[in-house]
Each structure stands twice: as structure tokens, then as C-alpha cells.
């Protein structure tokens, strides 16, 4: 931590301050003059942003080598040691949402580009034929009349959902006329009187084919970092259901998740970037992402056993059991994102 730059009145009230004075005896203000030349203000930033002195090599090795030890250190009370733990997740996170926002975006330019080729425009040609065969063929055949409280309904009227079989043939043939707006082609659909969920989804399936894919995806990316943030409380409630006995403070369960997920995102961060930008073959990618996933469930279980000093038959069992339900609530939450990262779009 660098030290203050002292002056000798208080750049807010004006009071004179002696050489002690860490803080203005009148009006509180720190006692630190920030008016510094651009190269002192970059240092400063990069010193108390990124913590580069010896707490970041102490917190090298037990962070790698010694999995949970960072946590027990950390909850004993050794904090000006190690590394803050959430500045710490803070940028592995945003390296790891960084080079997986790259990694997305240009898988999403190549699925373009390849979409683009002459002989995937014969493929669409196909499909266009196809999907108009089979509107002629459903138009022609006679109407499926369902019972509902005693009323007859043909499939098509009125109540189907979420278009009828003109409107998504309609809306297929207008979705490529970028001379089309969207507004244009929602309001052809003639929909104004159907429900708002109805209206909302058709209204999204048109900006989302119509707008630029790579800004979808950079949204998805960015609401999943947000989603991963939120989901870290809920996964150290878990310990805390899992570890009620123990008495542990919640803050602690929290300390050891915001270690497990940094280790996590940096691993699989370094992974991306060695599978999608230095190597090319699909057996090497193949053997990466292998590894990578192995060396965090070590990781993550032999945490779990230094952390809380369980024999290893009752490691192995929280162990499980904490995994799969966080897996399950992991999907739940990847699926609610996705469709709020739609809805919102």
C-alpha cells in the first residue's frame, strides 16, 4: 500500500494540518493530495487495483498447491498475507469471461460466414421448399376439431399459439428481406389482438433474427458473469446446509466458494485459450478439456477435505452430494439466463 501524499491544508475545508494528520480533524477528508502526474496515478492503480507485491506471491502457491489452505489461512485470520479473495476472483473472472466472450464470438462469425457459402444458400433453397410443401400440404388437409367445454375447435382458429400456419409462413419468407423493418413485419402478422406473452415472443424471434448475432452472444456472456456472481452466495449456502453441525460462520462457506470458483475460471479460461488459439487438433482439444475438467474436481474435493478435516468417507459423500445439486441448480440458472438474455435482447 503506497503511502499518503500530504499536504499542508485540507484540499477540501482549507485547514492547516500538521505532518501526523492522516485525516482532516474538521471536515474528515483523507489527507492525500491526488493531483499526481499520469505515471504515479497508473502505478497507484495498478498497485492497489491488482495487489502486485508480496500477498500475490504468497497467495501463489497455496492457491495452486495446496487446495483449501488459502481458505483456512484466510478464515484464521491471515488476511493482509494473502491476496483479498474477492479482488482475486474479480479478475480471474474477468479473464475468464473475457476469453470465453472472444472464444463465442468467433465461433459466431464462422457459423455466419459458413451460413453465407453458396453451398449452404442450396441447403436453405431446400428447406424453403420444403417448409412451403408442407404449409400447402397442412392448408389442404381437413381441420382436427378438438372438444373443449362442449365447443368445437379447428386447429388454426383463433386460439392456437403461438401463429397461425399463414402467419409463420408469412413471417418466414419476409425474416431475410432486410428491406423489411422489424416493426414492418411484426405489424404484418396482424397479432395486435393476441396475448402479450404471444406478442413478446413473436416480437423477439424477429429482433433476434434480424439483429447482429455477435451482440447477442456478447450479451449472453456478459449476463452469465452476473448469473455466476449471484449463483457463489447460493452455493455457500449449500455448504452451510451441508456443514450445519459444524457451526461454521456463513462468511467462511463463502470465502471457500469465491476460492473454488476463481480456481475454476482461471483453469478453464487457460483451457479455452489453448484449445481455441493454439491448438488445432480435436484430439488434443479433446485431452485438454479432459484434463481440465479432472484437475478442478480434484482440486475442488481435496479443498473440501483440508478445509473441514472430515475423514474421507464423509469428504466423499458431501462432496457428491453438494456437487449434484449445485449441478442441477447450475443448469436451472444457465436455462433462466438464456431466456431472460432473449427476452431483454
Request: with cysteine; proline share 3%; charged share 20%.
Amino acid at each position: 500500500m503506497r503511502a499518503l501524499r500530504k499536504t499542508k491544508n485540507c484540499l477540501n475545508c482549507h485547514t492547516p494540518l500538521d505532518e501526523v494528520y492522516n485525516y482532516c480533524p474538521l471536515c474528515g477528508q483523507q489527507n492525500d493530495d491526488k493531483n499526481v502526474s499520469f505515471k504515479e496515478l497508473s502505478r497507484d492503480l495498478f498497485e492497489n487495483f491488482f495487489s502486485f507485491d508480496s500477498r500475490l506471491a504468497h497467495t501463489f502457491f497455496p492457491f495452486f498447491f495446496k487446495p483449501g489452505e488459502l481458505t483456512k489461512k484466510y478464515n484464521e485470520g491471515k488476511r493482509f498475507t494473502y491476496a483479498n479473495p474477492i479482488r482475486l476472483y474479480i479478475i480471474v473472472s474477468f479473464f475468464y469471461f473475457f476469453v470465453l466472450n472472444s472464444m463465442m464470438g468467433d465461433l459466431t462469425r464462422e457459423f455466419s460466414q459458413a451460413f453465407d457459402t453458396p453451398e449452404a444458400d442450396s441447403v436453405k433453397t431446400a428447406i424453403q421448399n420444403e417448409v412451403e410443401f408442407n404449409m400447402d400440404s397442412i392448408k389442404n388437409t381437413p381441420p382436427i376439431m378438438v372438444s373443449l367445454d362442449g365447443d368445437s375447435l379447428a386447429e388454426g382458429d383463433e386460439n392456437s399459439w403461438p401463429l397461425k400456419n399463414w402467419q409463420w409462413k408469412l413471417l418466414y419468407e419476409k425474416l431475410n428481406d432486410n428491406s423489411i423493418s422489424e416493426q414492418a413485419l411484426y405489424d404484418s402478422l396482424k397479432i395486435e389482438d393476441r396475448g402479450a406473452i404471444t406478442r413478446l415472443t413473436i416480437k423477439q424471434i424477429i429482433r433476434i433474427y434480424k439483429r447482429d448475432k455477435e451482440t447477442l452472444v456478447s450479451e449472453i456472456v456478459q449476463n452469465l458473469s452476473v448469473m455466476m456472481f449471484v449463483l457463489i452466495p447460493v452455493f455457500a449456502l449449500l455448504l452451510k446446509l451441508m456443514y450445519a453441525r459444524r457451526k461454521t460462520l456463513y462468511v467462511n462457506h463463502l470465502i471457500h466458494t469465491i476460492h473454488l470458483h476463481t480456481f475454476a475460471f482461471l483453469v478453464y479460461g487457460v483451457a479455452i485459450v489453448f484449445v481455441h488459439w493454439i491448438f488445432e487438433s480435436e484430439e488434443v482439444h479433446e485431452w485438454i478439456m479432459m484434463i481440465t475438467v479432472f484437475t478442478v474436481f480434484i482440486y475442488s474435493f481435496l479443498s473440501f477435505k483440508r478445509v473441514y478435516n472430515q475423514s474421507w468417507k464423509k469428504t466423499v459423500l458431501k462432496y457428491w452430494i453438494s456437487s449434484w445439486f449445485y449441478f442441477y441448480i447450475l443448469v436451472f440458472a444457465i436455462v433462466i439466463e438464456l431466456l431472460i438474455s432473449l427476452l431483454i435482447f
